[in-house]
C-alpha cells in the first residue's frame, strides 16, 4: 500500500488539489465522492487531516469509512 506523509495528505484538503482526502487509525481514506464533504469541509472537520482523534465526537461509528476507497497509509 502506498504511504504518505502527513503534508502530501494536506495538500489533499478540496482546496489545492481536487482530491479530498482524510486519514483516520493510519488509513487515508478518498472522501472525494461524498457531497457531505464538499469544498474539503464536513462540518468541524477539515479534509486533508488525521481525522482520528475527532471522530470520538461524531454522531456516527468508525463504519462510516467503509463506503470510501483507502488511498495508501499514513507515515
Do not use: C
Not at 482520528?52 to 499514513?74: M, Q, S, W, Y
Request: hydrophobic letters at 35%; a negative charge; proline letters at 1%.
Amino acid at each position: 500500500m502506498k504511504q504518505y506523509k502527513r503534508s502530501q495528505l494536506a495538500l489533499r484538503n478540496g482546496q489545492d488539489k481536487e482530491e479530498i482526502w482524510v486519514a483516520f487509525q493510519g488509513k487515508i481514506y478518498d472522501v472525494s465522492a461524498s457531497r457531505l464533504w464538499r469544498n474539503g469541509k464536513h462540518y468541524e472537520h477539515w479534509a486533508g487531516q488525521d481525522l482520528t482523534a475527532e471522530l470520538e465526537d461524531a454522531p456516527h461509528t468508525v463504519k462510516v469509512f467503509e463506503r470510501f476507497e483507502i488511498i495508501g497509509e499514513l507515515i
